[in-house]
């Protein structure tokens, strides 16, 4: 629970969860072909909505939903040599998980310490409708924390197909 607690369906992030919001907030203003739509810090995990326009003059219904969790040391691999290819969402979300990992290692004292898992998980948004769905689940994921298999005191024995999109 790096970022914070949910307290009667409400997310109150603590001083790492402050920075993991500052810092998805920014990835739109130093790329300009990035728009920023819904998104939330959970306790141990994150969701967010973004578009990446081709031409930042052309208007789009569609984006790319995504949620990363902090490191588990059992995952842990060996990253790729050459890295995501520039202004890819991959690329996009790895600068974003190392600036939080600097800065929460900073404010934590530490050195190195891994902070985000490997990967992440992402869906392409393909139409209006879409969109608007995934907005309400992201918007509505700290009202569902009791129901959601990222959180540690739920019980999995219980699973309604609750999976995160």
Not at 44 to 59: A, Q, R, T
Request: glycine fraction near 8%; aromatic fraction near 8%; charged fraction near 25%.
């Amino acid at each position: 629970m790096l970022f914070g607690e949910i307290i009667n369906g409400e997310m109150r992030s603590n001083r790492c969860g402050d920075i993991v919001s500052e810092e998805w907030s920014k990835t739109a203003l130093i790329r300009e072909e990035i728009v920023i739509d819904e998104f939330v810090v959970m306790p141990n995990h994150f969701h967010g909505i973004l578009m990446i326009l081709k031409d930042k003059d052309v208007s789009v219904n569609v984006g790319a939903t995504w949620q990363v969790a902090p490191t588990d040391t059992r995952l842990a691999t060996t990253t790729r040599p050459n890295g995501p290819k520039a202004g890819s969402l991959g690329a996009i979300i790895g600068q974003f998980k190392r600036i939080t990992t600097i800065r929460i290692n900073e404010l934590q004292g530490t050195t190195g310490e891994k902070i985000w898992q490997r990967d992440f998980y992402d869906h392409i948004i393909r139409n209006e409708t879409e969109l608007n769905s995934k907005r309400v689940y992201v918007l509505n994921n700290p009202i569902k924390w009791a129901e959601d298999s990222e959180n540690p005191h739920y019980s999995h024995t219980q699973d309604k197909g609750n999976n995160p999109v």
